[in-house]
């Protein structure tokens, strides 16, 4: 199903709005030390932007990894991303999925904070390039 250019930019600015709301929250998360939760929402929130860049140029990925993938492909490996976004996303779903799904496993302060405002620029970076 291949959707009209009207259609596509509604869905590139929900995915837009949905990846800031994420952001604006980061702020709670950092005041009650709830680590493993901002390293969630700094995740997704970096998955929504992309998702809005591959709508854009009319990609889609049905996984996780299909995203990165995706992204790699055709924007890491052709410079529209430098290659340290692409790791930061890479890293940022490592640590999403192992606080996620283990238990014992929190994220802590001194691995989330020195990603924020990384993360935040990758954000920013993707939701521009969505809106070009």
């Not at 596509?8 to 709301?21: A, G, T, V």
């Not at 410079?79 to 890479?90: I, M, T």
């Not at 014992?104 to 990384?118: G, Q």
């Amino acid at each position: 199903m291949s959707l009209s250019q009207e259609e596509r930019n509604i869905m590139i600015q929900l995915e837009i709005e949905r990846s800031n709301k994420m952001m604006a929250e980061f702020p709670i998360y950092i005041a009650n030390k709830l680590w493993s939760t901002l390293v969630n929402r700094m995740y997704y929130a970096v998955f929504h932007a992309a998702t809005a860049l591959l709508i854009k140029h009319s990609l889609h990925a049905s996984t996780h990894q299909g995203l990165y993938v995706l992204l790699s492909k055709y924007f890491v490996k052709t410079g529209v991303l430098s290659n340290e976004e692409g790791r930061l996303f890479a890293r940022l779903e490592t640590m999403r999925e192992k606080s996620d799904y283990n238990c014992y496993l929190e994220s802590e302060a001194d691995e989330v904070m020195p990603l924020l405002e990384p993360t935040k620029e990758l954000i920013f970076h993707l939701n521009e390039l969505s809106k070009k």
